[in-house]
């Protein structure tokens, strides 16, 4: 239930990265091997899909292999090439009235959370984001403005593509506006269904569907559950309450009484914020990101940090999630804990 929150300033991959490497490699290799060697492809399908997709990744990726001390197995596990199986929770919501925003809760477990917040400028962009993978992204934002954030998509089907984080680092990496990143999410195959919400210093945001198994679909919508167009997976709909949850977000972003900072206060509190800890996840943060400002926020119950591109602030912040233990959710989760990258339930 304990862990610590590392914010690390890195303008290119070096002594620090390793050093997070060093930390989390043992856990990646175990979730990399987990179906067997021969379930995950090999060298060079990897290299070749992330050069015929995402070629700007490629000086990166070959940097982040060299100082992993090289070897088939690192580049396999860097590529996120058709990774095993993982999915998590989240509510994400985009504040569309006056100065643009992005809020998400992230849910997940605090055992399989990297907890690292990295500032980065790895292609010449600078990028404040929460790492996953190594070298992934589950919600961050760029110099430029552009804002992105991923919540599971709610379904089982596995296929051919790129782990999400990858994917969304690519698009902090490049683009610098919503209509590109929506581009790349529409080119770039995802190996499993995940909602990516997007906003930019302009006001422009979207939420992506993207699936291995069927057309990727652009919306105008500013608000992301665990589900895309329609319930898919009613066990893990039930456990994750992501419907009880986009209903909740829907009401209070329409709610023309409801001010900027009401509405980040709602993420703290349920039926957003989860403390289902004792089965394996809960609510590991809320994120705040203002493009216009270039400045992102992360709250828990009892602890507030800010970080800028102009001020960001190198920290350790333990955490201790205990304190917000619960005997879990109502509904059973045997049916999606299969998908538990670790062989725990977890969502």
């Not at 934002?141 to 593509?161: Q, T, Y």
């Not at 499993?192 to 992506?208: L, W």
């Not at 972003?253 to 349920?270: C, K």
């Amino acid at each position: 239930m304990r862990t610590t929150l590392r914010a690390i300033e890195e303008r290119e991959p070096g002594p620090r990265w390793c050093a997070e490497l060093e930390r989390l490699e043992p856990a990646y290799r175990e979730w990399f091997l987990r179906e067997g060697d021969a379930a995950r492809p090999g060298y060079l399908t990897c290299r070749r899909a992330l050069r015929d997709h995402m070629p700007e990744l490629e000086p990166i990726y070959e940097r982040l292999v060299d100082l992993a001390g090289g070897g088939d197995l690192n580049a396999r596990l860097l590529s996120l090439y058709c990774p095993t199986p993982y999915l998590a929770g989240c509510s994400q919501a985009v504040w569309t009235r006056s100065e643009p925003m992005l809020v998400r809760n992230y849910d997940y477990s605090p055992r399989l959370w990297d907890a690292t917040l990295w500032h980065t400028a790895w292609s010449g962009m600078p990028v404040i984001a929460m790492g996953d993978c190594l070298w992934g992204v589950l919600d961050g934002m760029n110099e430029a403005g552009l804002v992105v954030s991923l919540a599971f998509g709610g379904r089982k089907v596995v296929g051919e593509g790129f782990g999400i984080p990858l994917v969304l680092r690519y698009i902090l990496e490049t683009c610098d506006r919503t209509h590109e990143a929506t581009a790349v999410l529409e080119r770039v195959p995802s190996h499993m269904s995940y909602n990516i919400t997007i906003v930019d210093a302009d006001g422009a945001h979207a939420t992506v569907f993207v699936a291995p198994d069927r057309p990727v679909a652009v919306t105008r919508r500013a608000i992301a559950t665990n589900h895309q167009h329609i319930v898919e997976w009613r066990q893990f709909a039930h456990a994750t309450a992501t419907v009880d949850r986009e209903v909740f977000l829907g009401h209070r972003a329409n709610d023309p009484e409801e001010t900027r900072e009401r509405f980040v206060e709602r993420f703290q509190q349920p039926p957003l914020f989860c403390t289902s800890f004792a089965r394996g996840w809960g609510t590991l943060y809320t994120a705040i990101y203002e493009p216009q400002k270039g400045r992102s926020e992360f709250r828990w119950p009892h602890c507030t940090i800010q970080e800028a591109f102009d001020n960001f602030v190198e920290l350790e912040l333990p955490l201790d999630y205990s304190r917000h233990l619960q005997a879990g959710p109502p509904r059973p989760l045997e049916e999606w804990s299969e998908f538990d990258p670790y062989g725990e339930a977890t969502a």
